[in-house]
Nanobody, 125 residues
Framework: QVQLAESGGGLVQVGDSLRLSCAAS????????MAWFRQPREARVFVAGISWNGGRTYYADAVKGRFTISRDNTKNMVYLQMNSLKPEDTAVYYC???????????????????WGQGTQVTVSS
């Protein structure tokens, strides 16, 4: 049974920082590409992606220079460091896992097979 669990969300002020964590169980994340998405309302949109060993990362234009995705495969963890937060960053953030090898840069929700329950990030203005 595969399970992804996000944590680290909360209510912060404009300009603050947060670090989201994604803990995986039921498999070793070292074999898979992973990503963060966010869902401010109905649509779930791509935020950041990372290859199986962390050697390749890519980001949505809206978060480039502010967010950093990383992973620690020895701990079965993936992280999203968020700096200089803005009100438009407010959303439920999801951790996702892609089982197929990443030969491109997948940014669509249907390209990922396993999802966490999400963690709420609220940035007050």
């Amino acid at each position: 049974q595969v399970q992804l669990a996000e944590s680290g969300g909360g209510l912060v002020q404009v300009g603050d920082s947060l670090r989201l964590s994604c803990a995986a169980s039921g498999l070793n994340v070292s074999s898979y590409s992973m990503a963060w998405f966010r869902q401010p309302r109905e649509a779930r949109v791509f935020v950041a992606g990372i290859s199986w060993n962390g050697g390749r990362t890519y980001y949505a234009d809206a978060v480039k220079g502010r967010f950093t995705i990383s992973r620690d495969n020895t701990k079965n963890m993936v992280y999203l460091q968020m700096n200089s937060l803005k009100p438009e960053d407010t959303a439920v953030y999801y951790c996702a896992l892609r089982r197929k090898v990443m030969t491109t840069k997948p940014t669509q929700p249907n390209e990922y097979e396993d999802w966490g329950q999400g963690t709420q990030v609220t940035v007050s203005s």
